[in-house]
Structures are given as C-alpha cells and as structure tokens.
C-alpha cells in the first residue's frame, strides 16, 4: 500500500502542495484529477523522489519507510518500490524497444548493467502485458505515440515493484489508445495486485477506469472516494470553475461528466 | 555480445599501428619490422640496416606511436562521453573549450619551470586537469537553460572559453623564455618531444580516467533518458553525472598535457562508431576508444608524411577533416534520426 501523509512540496515561497495525504491500495487505481495546475504532476514527481519534499511522509506497506528526505534512501531502494511513466517523456529514439524496457531492470543491476536471463524473461513479459512484444526489435525513435506510451509502462512493469506511478499518461494519445491503454493499466493493477496512482485529465476516462479517485485542487485533496461520490457535478464545478452536468453512463455503472448548462 | 564491432575497429587500429611504425624519415620495410619483432624475441643481435631499424623502432617510432594511440584513446571516448553527458551530439572536448582550458593549465605549469623530474612532469597533467574542470564547469553554468543544453549554447560557450584559454595560453608562451621550447613543442602536436618519459607520465592519468569512463556505459544510457527519468530507474544521478565528467576531463587533461590541443577526434570518432553500430554506450565508449586510438594514429602519419621531412601539427589534419564533419553533423542532427 502507497501511503501519502500531510505531504507538502513548495517551489521557492509558492506553496504546490499542503498537506496532502492519499492511500492507494494493492489492486487498486487511483485517479488522480485536478484543473492544470493544481500540482498533480508535481504530486507524482515528490512521490517519485526527483523533487525535494518539504514534510511529510511517504511510505509503503506501512513497513519500508521512504523518508521525505530523498538523500536519505538511494535511488535504487526507491526504484525497487515504484516505477513511474512520466509525463511527455522523452525517450532516447535510438535505443530499441528491448534495450529500452531492460533499462527497467536497472535497480536489480550492477553499475555495469549486465543482464541475467531472469532479467530478460521479466523484461519479455513486460512486454507481453502491455501487448507489445511484437516492437520489440524496432527503435524507439520510429514507433508512433501509443506505441511509445507502451513501452515506457512496459519499462515501469520491468522494475518489477508493488507500486505505479502514471502522469498523466494518455493525454498525447488519440481515442483508441486513450481506451486501450488505461485498460491494459486497470487489467494489470488487478491482476499481479499492483496499488496504481495515475494523474490524468479525462474525467470520464476516470470515472471509466478508475476504483476510487481524488480530486487535487491547488494544491489540496479536496474529495477522495469511488468516481460516484467524487464526480458529482457540485465538487467538479467548483474545482474547474465550470458549469457541468453528471449523468449516469447509458451501458456502464460510472459517471458521466458534460459541460454546459442543461 | 556483439563482437564484430570489436573485431572491425581493432584491425583497423591494428593497420594504424603498423602504418604509425613503419612510415617516417626512414621507411621500415613491413619485413623487416617483422624480422625485428621476431629477432627480439630470441634475443639475437642486428646486422645493419636492422641494428638502426630497431633503434628507431624502440627510442623513437615506438613510443610516439604509443603516445599517439594513448592520447586518441583519450579523445575518441571522452567525446562519447561529453556526448553522452550533454546528451548533444556536437560535444567534443575541443568545442566545448575543455581542451583549450586543460591547455592553459598546463602552460601555467610549463612556465612555472617545474624541472624535468618524473613528479615535474606529472605535475603538467595535473594542472591540465584543473585546467579543464574549470573549463567545463564554467561552460556547463553559462551554457544551461532549466534542465537542458542546447547546442547552440553549448558550442558558443565553449567557443568564447576555449578562445579565451588560447589567449592566455598564447601569451603566456611569448613571455616565457627558458622553458619556450617545451612549450612550442608541445603547441605543434607535441609528440615531436618523444621518448618513453611522457608514456609514462601520462599513464596514471589516463588509466584512471579511462577506467572510469569504461564503467559508464550504462550510466550513461540511463542519462539519456534525462535526469529524471534516470533517477526514477534508480541511478544516483547527480554522484554518477560528476564521476563521469570527472573521468573524462581527467583523460582529455592528460591527453592534452602532452599532445596539444587536438580537436574533433572526439567528435568524430564516437559518431561514426554511433552510426554503424548503435547508441548503447556499454559499446559505444570501447569502441570509440579504440576507434580515437587509429584515427589519431592515422592522422600523426599524414601530418608527418605531407611535408616530409617537415612535421605539420596534427591538429590541422584533424582539423581538415573534422571541421566539415561537423557541419555535417550540425545539419543532420537538426532532423534528429539516429541520435
């Protein structure tokens, strides 16, 4: 279990987040949703360790403690918790699909990098889950959004950790990989147990895909709860500063969430 | 494991080698470096012509050749590295000004006139050294904007430092007096001023930096991915970005320390090892390493061969050649493709 408390991040005197306390379960995705700006990707990246934490805790499980002073746990200890698919990630366009999904291993390596066959095996089913083992021998370089967008979840699944972090991770794709993608991350959390925390802007992508969601807005958690009690055309109104209208989904149990007056 | 790489850029430092060994003032007939080779091994004595043979072979052909392929070593995987650091194609430990810094320093320790002893020579290099951090520091401070390095930056900074260290290089060998020969020596190309001293020298040096720089290769494809990415995959990313750069100015201050500055070696070599076989650094600095050692060898035997029996500094040759490579280069890598 991801755990978040009272996790505050500031840049210079301009305060990103406050106080801001989460928990995503094993087997369990997590929406995280927010107007732009309101420090979701800012959220993931301290979770993640590459931007300094001013107080709170992180931890996993409630026993390996992730202190908020990065310097404190290593890089490698850190990526043996929780893998990330960063936001618009660039990726080096020379590398192939394989090299690039065995980078995952890295916390298992040594500083040469050499890799074992249960390296390869794990990176070959990484593959395999986000239906991608056919690019295997392509370059990055060459492969379209959606495909990029897969190989980089596959190269989070590489690092073989209990815990996910997304940001933000369909808003370059078109519809179908919008669907395609945050199935195959609802299949998985569900199927190896995985806690997913993943920022991301389709309300009704959300609602669709998501167990529970929490509203971040300037920098605070404003509602926590099943896409029922948090996409409620109230709270999203507010938070955007827009009149919506939430219907019921014509076929699935979720919410729908439409802008404009009635 | 890829070995045909390997086996490709070996035979051409191979063929650089012997090219290096046999051409020169006096041409050493292919045969009769084998007769030498073999003639060594059994510990006989030489008839005329091989008894001068052997002696131009061990006193001078030798360790030029030796100082020639450590210092493209040197060149060729520093550059990768540099590349790989900036994640920019256009790195080079000449462009970037490090060269021309670690060239300073060492010109300050010429003509602070440290004797001619072992720690006095060992001394030059170490200068060059502080020479070039402070050089790639500066650069890296002026040149970055947010998290990145643009190339046009980079380039112009190293430009204005590199152009700033060759001033005060310059004057300060015009005001020199007893210790001006060493150091005319040394601006030339400096392998003129042979013998097996500056070998030995420059191998501590080099063995560290070069060592070093060999570990890196998968640092340095976790890099690519930018700091942050890297991090998140596990790597201590600021410890591991100064070691490297640590490493690779060490090898480019040595090299400098005793050959001059030479320019493009470093940018050339890891390009073409990056074209025909691929971006993974684990290969990539080995292979350029190699690949700097015959491409410099290479380019020793033409400045020594044009003019004969004058010496044209190397650094003309590679300059020739690599400076239209880099125009090259600064137009391909505007359609980005391999990089």
Known sequence: MLSIQNLSVSYGPRRVLSDVSLEVNPGEVLALIGPNGAGKSTLVRAISGVIPVEKGKITNNGKEHLPMDINTLPPIKRARALAVVPQAASMPPAFTVWETVLMGRTPYLNFLGQVSTKDEEIARQALQKVDALSLAERRVGELSGGEQQRVLLARALAQSTPILLLDEPTSNLDLHYQVSFMETVSILAHQDNLAVLVAMHDL?????????????????????????????????????????????????DVPLVLPGKK | MKLRPYLYTLLFLLLAVILSIAIGSVFIPPADLGRILIGWMDGATFPEPLKTFAFILTDIRLPRTVLVLLTGAALGSSGAAYQGLFRNPLADPYLIGVASGAGLGAVLAMSIQWPYTFWGLLAVPGAAFIGALLTVFLVYIMARVGKTVPTTNLILAGVAFGSFATALTTYLMLRSTGELHRAIAWLSGGFSQAGWSPVLTVLPYLAAGLGILLLSGHALNLLQFGDEQAQQMGLAVTRTRTIILLAASLATAAAVAFSGIIGF????????????????????????????????????????SVMAPQELPVGIITALVGAPFFLWVLRRSKNQGYW
């Open chain 1, 204 to 252: 009704n992508l959300a609602a669709r895909y998501a167990d529970r969601v929490a509203l971040l807005v300037e920098g605070e958690i404003k509602a926590t709860g099943t896409p029922e009690q948090v996409l409620t055309a109230e709270l999203i109104s507010t938070a955007y500063h827009l009149t919506v209208q939430v219907i019921q989904h014509p076929y699935a």
């Open chain 2, 265 to 304: 070696i470093g940018l050339i070599v890891p390009h073409i090892m990056r074209l025909w076989f691929g971006a993974d650094y684990r290969h990539l600095l080995p292979l350029s390493l190699i690949g700097g050692a015959g491409a410099l060898l290479l380019a020793d035997v033409i400045a020594r």
